[in-house]
């Protein structure tokens, strides 16, 4: 069965709040089968127009990460990030 993704691109609009996110969220989603591949670090647009923060997050599976993403525990959570970041969430499949 291929493994589900939860990509994110992020522009943080207020950093010091932001963390509260980063440090709540974090354990959630760990405990939800998780594992981040990317978060943050650099990185280079080469085409097209893209936010500022890219997180990759691996999960067991599709559905894992759609589950992952509507738990009610992370969805309070992704209250703080909404009020200090610009956000685009993406759930995918990966390949086989």
Sequence with gaps: MPKGYLIAHVTVTNPDAYQEYVRL???I???LGGRFVVRGGQSETSEGS???RHVVIEFPSYEAAKAAYNDPE??????IRRANAESVVILV???E
């Design 93 to 95: 499949e990966g390949a």
């Design 29 to 31: 989603l760990h405990r």
């Design 25 to 27: 969220d974090t354990p």
């Design 50 to 52: 893209s936010l500022d």
């Design 74 to 79: 992370y969805q309070k959570v992704a209250e």
